[in-house]
């Protein structure tokens, strides 16, 4: 695919600007506090997120919320993971509270604020890494059954479109950004995940399969009312690419990918995608790593970039991300990664109105 060939939607009429945001992990237990970090930290013009509390235990897993995003499909937990069942489990109900009740916190802190912004952000596990993850009631992976996983994917496109509205209802978001996390895409489309037996792998699922999987769910969510759908992997570099190279196919507003994850062809195909209008979601900041300072963080975005002859005023196609969610660090370290990530955003806009 030749990327200078890639179309991209109208992503809004508002004005965009390098933006720093998070994926959905926090530490601790408590999501009043986790809110109070994210909106104090990413106020306009970046971009706060929706909180996941993984610390809270079974249930607030990525896995098991994401089950939760399914229309009238059920799981329960087994030992081996969460199953696809008749009706919800206790742990199934337990998620589904957890969940409630994030957004009812994330609700009553928007409403408290005098200037509470117009964007947020949302995220879910795609299809590929739900199907991946789930299990059918023999203890195979759903994804090793072509029935099991379209009804999947199917589901998934509707209870996203479901949560979405929920979302903006229940917090008066106007512009909300789904972002749709398949760390297990690759896998799946290269034919590398094991069976639950870990005596052998999976078949490979053809891209087409997969890029209806996307294109479904992408067009689901922009009819209930998405500003934008972006959709972020990683892996080795030529897995990546390939994955981004369907989530484009599928009609994404944008990618999300770790800065460490790319080698020359990856920032040349996310050159193309810059070019046509959609965004790059950039991991640059480990969470319990070293944070480099503003200038040196600026200049090692800059570099590939200016390289592959991206004008800095196209800067603006940026939204900062950690490398990972931050619930492997301490609240305080949370804070100071998304102050640092903000910082590097400023910086670069700067850079970008100085063009």
């Not at 969460?82 to 199934?92: C, K, N, T, V, Y």
């Not at 037996?197 to 992408?218: I, K």
């Amino acid at each position: 695919m030749n990327p200078s060939n890639i179309q991209a939607e109208d992503t809004g009429a508002v004005s965009r600007q390098v933006q720093a945001s998070g994926h959905g992990p926090m530490p601790g237990i408590d999501p009043l506090e986790s809110q109070r970090i994210i909106r104090g930290e990413l106020g306009e013009p970046n971009l706060p997120h929706l909180h996941q509390l993984p610390g809270r235990g079974v249930g607030s897993d990525s896995i098991g919320r994401g089950a939760m995003f399914l229309e009238e499909l059920s799981v329960d937990l087994q030992p081996h993971g969460w199953r696809l069942s008749q009706a919800p489990g206790i742990d199934a109900k337990r998620a589904a509270s957890a969940l409630r009740a994030d957004l009812n916190v994330l609700g009553d802190v928007i409403g408290a604020e005098e200037s509470a912004g117009h964007e947020l952000k949302i995220q879910l596990p795609g299809p590929a890494t739900l199907a991946a993850n789930l299990y059918l009631h023999q203890g195979e992976r759903a994804l090793s059954d072509f029935g099991a996983r379209r009804d999947l994917a199917q589901s998934l496109a509707l209870g996203a479109a479901r949560h979405l509205r929920d979302v903006a209802s229940g917090t008066g978001r106007e512009l909300i950004t789904v972002y749709i996390d398949e760390p297990d895409a690759g896998a799946v489309l290269n034919g590398t995940l094991p069976t639950a037996s870990g005596y052998r792998t999976l078949r490979s699922v053809p891209v087409a399969e997969v890029r209806s999987w996307w294109t479904e769910l992408t067009g689901a969510l922009k009819d209930a009312g998405a500003h934008q759908v972006i959709l972020g992997g990683g892996g080795e570099p030529e897995t990546w690419n390939r994955v981004a190279s369907t989530a484009i196919d599928a009609g994404v507003d944008g990618l999300g990918v770790n800065a460490s994850d790319l080698t020359v062809p990856g920032w040349e195909l996310l050159a193309g995608a810059v070019e046509a209008g959609r965004r790059l979601w950039l991991g640059c900041l480990s969470p319990d790593g070293t944070s480099p300072g503003v200038v040196e963080a600026v200049a090692a975005i800059r570099r590939p970039w200016n390289q592959l002859g991206l004008s800095d005023a196209l800067l603006d196609a940026l939204v900062l991300t950690p490398t990972e969610g931050l619930d492997v660090v301490t609240p305080e370290q949370a804070t100071a990664v998304l102050s640092r990530l903000s910082a590097y955003a400023d910086a670069l806009n700067q850079v970008r109105v100085d063009a």
